[in-house]
């Protein structure tokens, strides 16, 4: 009892020599804080209720060495980054060389910002926003949500504006929409990342709701991020595909260019749905982070 009541001392002490001095970021972080020390405090007198996080947990937070999967996350991180620059420089290079370049005053330059965008925001813009929570564990959580939203929000300007292209093309071509696989799959795959990017920034970042939504909605979230990769992977390989179908000779070189693009895509897709599944690469929660309820978000 009376160790109890000298912890509970300690920690008013150490709350108001932090508020003297100026070390407290704000508000917030000054509760996480309390918090935390409350957390420590029933786990170090036996008492489970009421505490937010489990032994390993604590474990985890107390433990200064890196995760030993670390060193297989940073190899493969490199070779997705790797992957995912080739795929946009193939792609800008077949358009480049073989398709007459990019502008905006001719139909055939200006559809060819179409898959040249959608490759670099709905495929590799989009997998980096959301490998930021693995690819820099380090940095704190607030700054992390604001770096997701922001390349998110540049993916899905590079997918309007490269849908803008098409659809324009087709117009001033007098094609019809909306005739292909592709078409179908890739309109589908950015309006529902649309939704999911007002749904994100609504509930976890501006305004936010409450932990507890938050802790529901966060498997949903995380189910449609890995579905609409699918789906702007699946749709960037029928699209690589259709061009290379239109292409007769098999030992062109624009053809094989254009597979070697395919292939790149593919390949980066696979690794980022890998490092994105695996629980082992999973960001550990530090002790700022613990929220104020019984739900801590990854």
Not at 28 to 43: G, L, M, P, S
Not at 193 to 202: I, K, T, V
Not at 261 to 266: E, F, H, K, Q
Not at 277 to 290: A, G, I, L
Request: proline share 3%.
């Amino acid at each position: 009892m009376r160790r109890g009541i000298k912890m509970e001392r300690n920690d008013a002490e150490e709350r108001e020599r932090l508020r003297a001095s100026g070390e407290e970021d704000d508000d917030d972080e000054e509760v996480e804080e309390y918090n935390v020390c409350k957390i420590r405090r029933d786990w170090e007198r036996g008492s489970e209720s009421g505490s937010l996080l489990a032994r390993s947990t604590l474990y985890d937070m107390d433990s200064g060495d890196p995760p030993a999967d670390l060193p297989l996350f940073t190899k493969l991180y490199t070779l997705a980054q790797i992957l995912g620059i080739l795929s946009v420089v193939l792609v800008g290079v077949w358009l480049g060389i073989y398709r007459g370049g990019f502008a905006w005053s001719t139909p055939l330059e200006q559809f060819n910002w179409h898959p040249l965008l959608m490759t670099l925001g709905l495929v590799f813009l989009y997998a980096n926003g959301a490998l930021v929570y693995r690819g820099f564990r380090s940095e704190r959580k607030k700054k992390l949500k604001v770096a997701h939203a922001l390349v998110m929000i540049g993916a899905l300007v590079c997918s309007i504006v490269g849908l803008v292209a098409v659809f324009q093309y087709h117009a001033t071509e007098g094609y019809p929409d909306m005739r292909s696989l592709h078409s179908w799959l890739g309109l589908s795959t950015v309006i529902l990342f649309a939704c999911q990017w007002l749904a994100g920034l609504l509930t976890f970042l501006f305004p936010g709701l409450r932990s507890s939504l938050r802790s529901a909605y966060l498997p949903i979230h995380q189910f449609f991020g890995m579905f609409i990769f699918a789906g702007a992977v699946t749709s960037a390989l029928i699209g690589l595909t259709e061009k290379a179908a239109f292409i007769k000779d098999i030992t062109s070189p624009e053809k094989v260019l254009i597979n070697v693009a395919g292939l790149s895509v593919a390949l980066f897709g696979g690794l980022v749905a890998y490092l994105l599944s695996q629980h082992k690469f999973r960001r550990r929660t530090t002790e700022d982070e613990v929220l104020l309820t019984d739900t801590v978000l990854e």
